[in-house]
């Protein structure tokens, strides 16, 4: 009885964890710091935890939504605060756990000041992230979706690592900011339409032609922003290159895929006849970002730059995958998500390492660290290998199966989307040049330190996740297969 209960409120207990350990992190002093860290780790290790129990007891056969549970009921207004998975959420919130263990980790040496309240910003970023794909409600997913620009506009602008922070923090905070207010009006309409916030309910609503246009686009707004999609970028470049490492991180690892999840959950349900009306103008916005954001990659000079600039061209890939209307599209779209959670988040990780060494992210002062930090070029080899979609690896499954998806609908288009993968590897191999050979720079350092025993074992656990994913992709696949096709059957049954 004791194990039924719990079984059936795993997903309550996942989301209600990272709010325990922000409680019990604000009775402790902040100058237990040790303390405070060790509390937040072992919190974020329990959310992970309950997020894999998720996925051995999800049921892959079918495309209901599982563990669900009302928490709240208004009557008066018809609100519930209503909770519940399927195949398109349960790997983000395995990867958002995921991510929040590697970020605190990353945090123990590199955070000198405001520790504590450093770590109450990422329990709280991932209860909010956790909210966002677990509510089943339009109303809180909105509310939960700006919640997380609170936590992570602090941790870029209090935490950066430069003098711009300030800044990028009202840049990023601003763009997101203003789309989002768009996709509020098309919330208020579609209440009033239909009465309700349910997205079970609203995914069987039939909205008219005009209308689907509108909030089609109002919900764009907001989603594109998020991806992002060219030309809403601009304060990506700009975010990454002035958060800390871990903001870096869980940014690119997670913040990213709230558009594309987005898009997935109510653009192409809720609004079908608009989601194919506008595939033409995503397409072309898709293609511009992938060839565009490729060319200017190979002109930053700055390494987290190169790695925001690379994102803005692997998201490229997938809004068209989401919008292919077919099933390896999707699929693919959803794998790539995943596969770029992980890649991008190591790339950065790995620009971390070099930067608490010396103190530099400018690809000139770097040469010939294959000499003096062999592990550390083992992984970033085999990361950077993995951007580019090498065979074996999780981005190859991704990739192959949004051109796949792609071939079935545009040929045209294919064709174009393949410079993509060219210029990546361009850029790839390049700077993976420009860093391992060549002769030792940096000769002030008397010393090269390699990887430590504990950023090995944050690399170490990505590596075999990327390796996964790319020789067993089946076991991805088969959790999301039927809750793609249910996310096709009324996208495209109008």
Not at 177 to 186: E, I, T, Y
Request: with cysteine.
């Amino acid at each position: 009885m004791i194990l039924s209960s719990f079984f059936n409120n795993i997903l309550f207990l996942l989301c209600v964890t990272p709010l325990i350990g922000v409680f019990l992190l604000l009775l402790i002093p902040a100058e237990e710091k040790t303390i405070c860290l060790n509390l937040a780790l072992v919190f974020s290790c329990i959310s992970f935890l309950l997020s894999l129990l998720l996925w051995v007891f999800f049921d892959p056969s079918t495309s209901f939504f599982q563990f669900s549970k009302i928490l709240f009921y208004f009557s008066n207004i018809n609100f519930y605060y209503f909770i519940g998975i399927d195949g398109l959420s349960l790997f983000f919130i395995i990867l958002t756990t995921f991510l929040i263990i590697l970020c605190i980790l990353l945090s123990w040496q590199s955070v000198t000041f405001f520790i504590k309240e450093y770590l109450i910003a990422f329990l709280v970023l991932e209860f909010c992230l956790i909210q966002v794909f677990c509510v089943l409600d339009l109303l809180l997913f909105y509310i939960f979706f700006e919640s997380v620009l609170i936590p992570m506009f602090l941790i870029v602008g209090v935490w950066g690592s430069r003098s711009r922070k300030i800044r990028a923090a009202y840049q990023f905070f601003l763009y997101t900011l203003v789309g989002s207010l768009l996709m509020l009006l098309g919330v208020i309409f579609i209440y009033f339409q239909v009465g309700s916030f349910d997205i079970q309910i609203l995914t069987a609503c039939s909205f008219t032609f005009s209308a689907q246009l509108i909030l089609w686009l109002s919900f764009f707004a907001s989603f594109a922003v998020k991806i992002p999609m060219v030309p809403f970028h601009i304060w990506l470049p700009e975010a990454h290159a002035e958060a800390p490492t871990s903001g870096s991180v869980i940014l690119a690892g997670i913040l990213l895929k709230l558009g594309g999840y987005g898009f997935l959950r109510f653009s192409l349900p809720i609004f079908p006849l608009a989601s194919v009306y506008f595939t033409p103008i995503v397409f072309t916005l898709s293609l511009i970002a992938i060839i565009y954001a490729s060319l200017t990659t190979l002109r930053q000079i700055d390494l987290k730059k190169i790695i925001a600039y690379s994102s803005v061209s692997h998201m490229g890939f997938v809004t068209i995958g989401i919008f292919s209307f077919n099933t390896q599209g999707i699929e693919g779209s959803i794998i790539l998500m995943l596969s770029h959670g992980l890649v991008s988040s190591a790339l950065f990780l790995c620009i971390g390492v070099l930067y608490d060494r010396y103190k530099t992210r400018i690809i000139k002062y770097f040469g010939g660290l294959v000499h003096v930090m062999p592990i550390f070029i083992s992984f970033y080899f085999f990361f950077s290998f993995s951007n580019i979609a090498f065979p074996g690896t999780s981005s190859f499954i991704g990739e192959i199966l949004v051109l796949l998806g792609c071939i079935k609908i545009n040929l045209t288009l294919t064709f174009f989307m393949t410079f993509g993968v060219i210029l990546s590897a361009g850029y790839s191999i390049w700077l993976l040049n420009r860093l391992s050979f060549g002769p030792i720079k940096l000769t002030h350092f008397y010393w090269h330190q390699d990887v430590s025993r504990r950023e090995f074992w944050i690399l170490f656990p990505l590596t075999l996740l990327i390796f996964w994913m790319g020789i067993y992709p089946f076991s991805f696949v088969s959790e999301i297969h039927f809750s793609v096709l249910n996310l096709l059957d009324h996208a495209t049954n109008v």
